[in-house]
DNA sequence: ATGGGTCGATAGATAAACTCTATCAATATT
DNA sequence: AATATTGATAGAGTTTATCTATCGACCCAT
């Protein structure tokens, strides 16, 4: 029964019968025959089919929101089991925005030295798709922005405050200044994320705030291109603080603190708002609420 | 996978391995691989066997906090989907304690006439033997006390309080009196529920205070026995003015108020706290809530 | 001790279910 | 109109589930 739950969590994220049936390692026409027995059984349609998936009907809406519960709780079980038979183990799914990266490893390291044998799988995705993934159970836990998305049924854990700085060579124009203000960087020529991300639609914000425009000369869904192009010397970035220290700074690149407005967003880990949480999930969260006082700023 | 959930449902509440079996309508070997198969699955042993039932493990016991949710949590849904496409149908399994027994069409006929197609079961039971079945997932809502016996995880919604009365014959001492006391009634032969019976425990402890002492001359688990035999004239009972009430009283038969002290037991709905509710049991909770002021007092 | 009774596990046969491959009909796409 | 894509269906093979019958362990009485 609640293999057949799966198939409608995996079709609610494929939105098609066969890629559905691949994520849940099964043919087609099983998942096909899994979903019609569902329907039977509730006696009421659950899919809107014609020649091709189209959506759920009310009644099979209610039956996806069942099943992420029903499916939740029975893997949030076996993992409580398990912890209590071999302590911590299994994989923790983690996805962060790309800007978050950085300072994920602050959370794992000291997880890991507490728990060695979990294992850790962790994505770059936009702050929406973090979302996503929570919703689906794809992933345990996200860190993404809490403030700006409206946050569903999760919960979520502050940890710090993105301060942004420019970075750009020693050389370059504004490479001498201590400060400068988003009206001075909206003059530079900029490698920035890509417009699906939410850091890059905060920066925009910020710099149409401040009179100017963005027209990046480079945009790419990577941090590590961005920084990159920026260590040749010959290009400028926006990045927050904490991933322009972890990243290092050379004595030719700098990292000029933004002023006006002194802009600073909220990132935080973010998991499904249920109880209990997962072993593994109420782990992290522990090593989240240990780590913000230490990260903020 | 839920059905084997539900043998450790089963299993909980028969503690025989037999008698669970028969619960869930299969045989005895088909439950016990059931529950072998859970087992496997989670890599740890469930139920410590000796030759015969002797309880969880520390493992079992979790499995069985989480079977309880996960079948319910798949019961509701069930329940909410049939909902939708036929409005609210199936059965409404209630239990209460005797003295509440006679309020219960208080609540049963303006739920049936907003609900036709809803069907009622309704059991009488002690309070305990109430709490027992919400656990189990035996019965979808109680009426019980709410103050006295610890409630576990369950909702509550106040719906009047018992006030005690002296039922007896008009020509048996103190039949004339307007009010009597509970020292009164101590020295008078009563027909009173059996001492498993929280109500019994109640007014025992009342006389008992009053510096009388509980000696019924009968005790009976049913209010229809207690009642017949008040209504012969030759014997006297003591129950909740509700009650009373509604048996309706005789020319020959009164209930006087007992006073000093005027005790007073409030009586509740309890249902299992879980979010959200069946339907059937939403329903019956909203109805709860719509009779409680014209109930109390 | 010994024998009847109870309880849960096990074996083997049968029935039910599940899942696969292959294919079809309907709809999009070009 | 030709081709590709999508999901349903048919049929075969396998797996899983369930039943009946029986066994061994334990309990309790004699």
Redesign the pocket.
């Known amino acids: 029964m609640i ?1 057949k739950l799966e198939f409608i969590l995996a079709l609610a994220r494929e939105k ?3 890629r559905a049936a691949e994520a849940c390692g ?5 998942l ?6 569902l329907e039977d059984q509730m006696g009421v349609l659950l ?1 809107n ?5 189209q959506g759920f009907t009310p009644e099979g809406q209610r039956v996806l929101e069942w099943a992420r519960r029903i499916v939740g709780d029975s893997r949030t079980m076996r993992e409580e089991i398990n912890s209590l038979k071999h302590g911590l183990t299994g994989r923790l799914r983690l996805a962060a925005i790309p800007t978050a990266l950085a300072m994920v490893a602050a959370l794992t390291t000291p997880y890991r030295e507490k728990h060695p044998n979990v294992q850790f799988t962790i994505y770059s995705r936009t702050s929406i798709e973090v979302l996503d993934l929570l919703d689906n159970l794809e992933i345990d836990a996200g860190i993404t922005y809490v403030e700006n998305e409206p946050l569903g049924r999760v919960s979520m854990v502050p940890l710090y405050r993105e301060h942004y700085r420019l970075l750009t060579s020693a050389d370059a124009p504004l490479g001498n200044r201590d400060t400068v203000t988003w009206a001075e960087v909206a003059q530079v020529p900029l490698c920035l994320l890509t417009p699906d991300m939410q850091n890059r639609r905060i920066i925009d914000r910020l710099l149409k705030g401040a009179g100017g425009e963005s027209r990046p000369t480079l945009e790419s869904d990577s941090m590590i291109l961005l920084y990159s192009h920026v260590r040749t010397g010959r290009w400028a970035s926006v990045m927050p603080a904490k991933i322009a220290d972890t990243l290092g700074l050379t004595d030719t690149i700098r990292a000029i603190p933004i002023t006006q407005p002194k802009a600073v967003q909220t990132i935080g880990l973010v998991v499904p708002q249920r109880e209990p949480m997962t072993p593994i999930t109420a782990a992290l969260v522990a090593e989240a609420r240990r780590l913000a006082p230490q990260l903020s700023g």
Request: glycine share 14%; net charge positive.
């Open positions: 293999d098609h019968f066969g099964v043919t087609q026409p099983t096909s025959a899994g979903v019609k027995q899919v089919r014609g020649s091709r998936f």
